[in-house]
């Protein structure tokens, strides 16, 4: 009896084992925002920018992180597809948009990544 009681409590922590390494959280990623520091301003145009690349940013897994500054006649915003990969957030190199608002904060142009 001893042995067969042995037996189940092995395989109880074997399966124990097994649901823990499966039960890990799902990484969200997309949602940054540099600077940091940014301006009210700065992040009304990144509000927009979300909106401007919703169908961009929707894909099933990914999100966008955003990065907005000033141009000479008004703003852009980089908007970065990211995505989990072995419970880590990363990009692919050219997979972002980039988007140029005059001062008013009218979307002028969609500039493609590579």
Request: charged content about 25%; hydrophobic content about 40%.
């Amino acid at each position: 009896m001893t042995d067969a009681i042995g037996e189940r409590l092995v395989l109880m922590v074997l399966i124990a084992a097994g649901l823990s390494g499966c039960s890990q959280a799902e990484v969200s990623c997309g949602g940054d925002i540099q600077p940091r520091n940014a301006s009210s301003e700065a992040l009304e145009l990144v509000s927009k920018a979300k909106s401007d690349a919703a169908a961009f940013c929707s894909e099933h897994g990914m999100g966008c992180d955003f990065s907005v500054g000033r141009t000479r006649k008004g703003w852009s915003v980089a908007v970065t597809r990211t995505f989990a990969v072995d419970g880590k957030c990363v990009s692919r190199v050219g997979d972002e948009k980039f988007f140029v608002y005059d001062a008013q904060g009218a979307l002028i142009e969609v500039i493609e990544g590579m």
